[in-house]
Every structure is written in C-alpha cells, then in structure tokens.
Nanobody
C-alpha cells in the first residue's frame, strides 16, 4: 500500500491561484498513475486530473482544462496540482490518489485537503 500525504489547501478568493502537493511514500512500481479527485459538499467525488508517471501523460476533467495543471517531480515522488483562476465552484476537499497502470481503479488515497474559493 502506498501512503499519500497532501498539502497546500486553503481559503482563497475567486481568480486566485493555489498549488496542491502530494508525496507518495515509496516508489515500489515502475509505472503508475497519480491523480487528483475532489468532493464538494453534497456531491459525488469527481475526477480532476491524472498523470502517468512514465511518459508524463496528463488527463483533465473538462471543468478544469486550461486552468489546472498536474505535474510531477520524479526525484521527490511528488505530484502537484497547480490551480489558476479559481472559481467558487472549485470549492471541495481535494484527494490525491494512486494506482498501478494495470488497475481499473485507484487503490491508495490521501487524507484530503480543503480548498475554499470565496466569491
């Protein structure tokens, strides 16, 4: 099991930027995905972005394309989510997740970090 520790959430105003970080405890697989999901109050958890570790291929939800950027630091085994032009609708608990390339679902999850965007 991979341990994930998130950081970087907070309270910002609409239009501001924020960067989330997620450090993975160990690199025990040669290739995997790390992703970000979010859950707003009263809503289902939804996919935000993911990155395939080998190759750096990235994927985004339509709602964040052009505003959010996912990236990785191979040496630190850390994934980042740079969020620009934040909107009140981005308010949610953001979760980091991990899975092997072969897995259908994410199997390791972080504890979550709150992002609140005021209008």
């Amino acid at each position: 099991q991979v341990q994930l520790v998130e950081s970087g959430g907070g309270l910002v105003q609409a239009g501001d930027s924020l960067r989330l970080s997620c450090a993975a405890s160990a690199r025990t697989f040669s290739n995997y995905y790390m992703g970000w999901f979010r859950q707003a109050p009263g809503k289902e958890r939804e996919f935000v972005a993911s990155i395939r570790w080998v190759g750096g291929y990235t994927f985004y939800a339509d709602s964040v394309k052009g505003r959010f950027t996912i990236s990785r630091d191979n040496a630190k085994n850390t994934v980042y989510l740079n969020m620009n032009n934040l909107e009140p609708e981005d308010t949610a608990v953001y979760y980091c997740a991990w899975k092997t390339v072969e897995a259908n679902e994410y199997t390791s999850w972080g504890q979550g970090t709150q992002v609140t965007v005021s209008s």
